[in-house]
């Protein structure tokens, strides 16, 4: 069945870092691809998204590209803040409307 | 403002005491769902809607029911409750225009703890 893995953290970096979150994914057919951003007590905000192979998913400064020859969807941002400390999620949506599928979730420590 | 809104937002309560989470969207759209969010476990789905009085079991349903009388209302129903029950609930809705490829909208969560 479809299912996303995704690196466990925490993952700590100094501000102005870069970033990487690894994000794997096993789908049948053409999944899209989603991150999501929580900040501690909110839920889960839409970051970026990617429909098609090749695609690059982008926004206030986080990248990610899909990437069907190695089933893959990694989260990057050149220079982090400490306003980016957040738990980061991959997810996919694929064929069947009814589901997404969450990886375990990635959470962020960006120190000043 | 397009949203999705949950009640309460947090919840202590004891074992075997029902209790109702309630979920409503303003954005007209067909599909909603529950998840469970606990450490570690990232979100794991508790049951979904297709559109009004259609409904399906998720990966984790048993102990809950829903219900879905309304397109912009879907009901979590703890008949009762367990510690084990105890997590952080998210409720998320989406529609299935440009063929599936939107993202889900989430309310705010409801912290929910069982004595």
């Known amino acids: 069945g479809d299912s996303v893995t995704q690196m466990e953290g925490p993952v700590t970096l100094s501000e102005e870092a870069f970033l990487t979150i690894n994000c794997t994914y096993t789908?049948?057919?053409?999944?899209?691809l989603f991150w999501y951003v929580q900040y501690p007590g909110e839920g889960l905000q839409l970051l970026l998204k990617a429909t098609k192979a090749d695609d690059k998913g982008s926004n206030k400064g986080f990248e990610a590209t899909y990437r069907k020859e190695t089933t893959s969807f990694h989260l990057e941002k050149g220079s982090v803040q400490v306003s980016d400390s957040a738990v980061y999620f991959c997810?996919?949506?694929?064929?069947?409307?009814?589901?997404?599928?969450f990886g375990s979730g990635t959470k962020l420590n960006v120190k000043p | 403002e397009a949203q999705v809104t949950q009640n309460p937002r947090y919840l202590i309560t004891v074992t075997g005491k029902k209790l109702t989470v309630t979920c409503s969207q303003n954005?007209?759209?067909?599909?909603m769902s529950w998840y469970r969010q606990d450490p570690g476990l990232g979100l794991r789905q508790i049951y979904y809607?297709?559109?009004?009085?259609?409904?399906d079991k998720g990966d984790v349903p048993e102990g809950y029911k829903v219900s879905r009388k309304e397109k912009r209302n879907f009901p979590l129903i703890l008949e009762s409750p367990s510690p084990n029950q105890t997590s952080l609930y998210f409720c998320?809705?989406?529609?299935?225009?440009?063929?599936?490829?939107?993202?889900?909208?989430f309310g705010p969560g409801t912290r929910l703890t069982v004595l």
């Open positions: 998320a809705s989406w529609s299935d225009w440009d063929r599936g490829h939107n993202e889900q909208f």
């Open positions: 997810a996919l949506k694929g064929g069947n409307f009814n589901k997404f599928y």
């Open positions: 809607s297709m559109n009004v009085e259609v409904t």
């Open positions: 789908a049948t057919g053409y999944p899209s």
């Open positions: 954005m007209n759209h067909e599909y």
